[in-house]
C-alpha cells in the first residue's frame, strides 16, 4: 500500500547472482527485530516461569545477531544507545507484565508463518505472525496484541488489526474479544483499538490482495512518484550503494547503506 515498487522489490524481485530476496536493515529495525524475538520467546513458556529470568538476559542473546553492521549500526555509540532503548523497553514490560502473566495462545502453522486460504476462488493466502494471543478464560476467548516499538502511533488507516483479526478469527476456534496495540516505548500496558467488523475486513483485505495478485501476473509494479522514501533505500541497493552483511533467517541478504543517505 505504501508503494507497488516496494513491494516488487522486497517481495518479488531475486537477486540474479544469489537467488536471495532483498532487504536493507537500520538500526530502528534491529532494535524492533530483537524486542519481539525475545517477547515472542517468552510466550512459549509456562506462565509461572516467563519472568524467572532477567529479560536482559534474552536480549543479550538476541542482540548478537544484529551486532555491528547486521544492524546497520555505524560506531559502537549508536548500538549502544539502540540496546539501551531496547532494554527500557524489556524493563517496562518486566514491571508491568499485565496480560503477558495470563494464558497465551500461539497460532498453527506448517513450516514457517501462519497461514490459510484466504480465498480459494481467487487462489489466494493469507499469512501473518501475531505478536502475543492472550487466552480470555472469563469469556473463553481471544485478546490480540501488538507490540511497538517505534515513536509514532499506527496510522487509523492501517489494515494490520484487520490482517491479524482474519489470522486469529481463521486459525484457531475462540472468539477474537479485544485488541490492543502496546507502544512499548511510551506505555506499561496495552492500547485497547476498535475491532474491525468481520466482513469489512475480509473485503478491504481482498481488495488489495487482488491488486497484487494482478501486479504479479501482468509484472507491473510502478512507483507512482517515479521513487518514493519507501522504494529509494531498496533501489539504491540495486544500483550498488548497498554493502551485503548478511543473510537472514528467511534467506533474505541483508544489506546497509551509507550514513549519508540514511
Not at 218 to 226: E, L, M, Q, S, V
Amino acid at each position: 500500500m505504501k508503494c507497488p515498487r516496494l513491494y516488487y522489490l522486497r517481495n518479488v524481485y531475486k537477486d540474479p547472482k544469489s537467488g536471495h530476496k532483498i532487504t536493507v536493515m537500520t538500526p530502528p529495525l534491529a532494535l524492533g527485530q530483537v524486542v519481539h524475538e525475545v517477547i515472542d520467546g517468552i510466550s512459549t513458556l509456562p506462565q509461572d516461569q516467563r519472568f524467572g529470568s532477567s529479560l536482559s538476559d534474552f536480549l543479550d542473546a538476541s542482540w548478537a545477531q544484529v551486532a555491528g553492521k547486521r544492524g546497520g549500526f555505524i560506531s559502537k555509540e549508536t548500538e549502544d544507545e539502540y540496546k539501551k532503548r531496547a532494554l527500557e523497553m524489556l524493563k517496562n514490560i518486566e514491571a508491568n507484565p499485565g496480560p503477558l502473566k495470563n494464558k497465551a495462545i500461539k497460532l498453527k502453522s506448517e513450516n514457517g508463518l501462519p497461514y490459510y486460504w484466504f480465498s480459494e476462488e481467487e487462489n489466494i493466502i493469507l499469512c501473518g505472525k501475531v505478536d502475543w494471543i492472550e487466552y480470555l478464560e472469563d469469556s473463553d476467548s481471544v485478546h490480540i496484541i501488538d507490540f511497538k516499538t517505534g515513536k509514532n502511533e499506527e496510522n487509523e488507516d492501517s489494515m494490520q488489526l484487520s490482517v491479524y483479526f482474519l489470522l486469529a478469527s481463521n486459525l484457531q476456534t475462540r472468539k477474537v474479544d479485544k485488541a490492543s496495540y502496546w507502544y512499548l516505548n511510551s506505555s506499561d500496558s496495552p492500547v485497547e483499538q476498535k475491532l474491525p467488523d468481520a466482513h469489512d475486513a475480509y473485503e478491504r483485505v481482498l481488495e488489495v490482495a487482488k491488486r497484487m495478485k494482478l501486479g504479479r501476473q501482468i509484472n507491473y509494479f510502478k512507483c507512482p512518484k517515479g521513487g518514493c522514501f519507501a522504494c529509494r533505500p531498496l533501489e539504491r541497493v540495486l544500483e550498488g550503494e548497498g554493502e551485503l552483511v548478511g543473510v537472514s533467517e528467511y534467506n533474505q541478504d541483508i544489506y546497509i547503506l551509507p550514513k549519508s543517505q540514511n
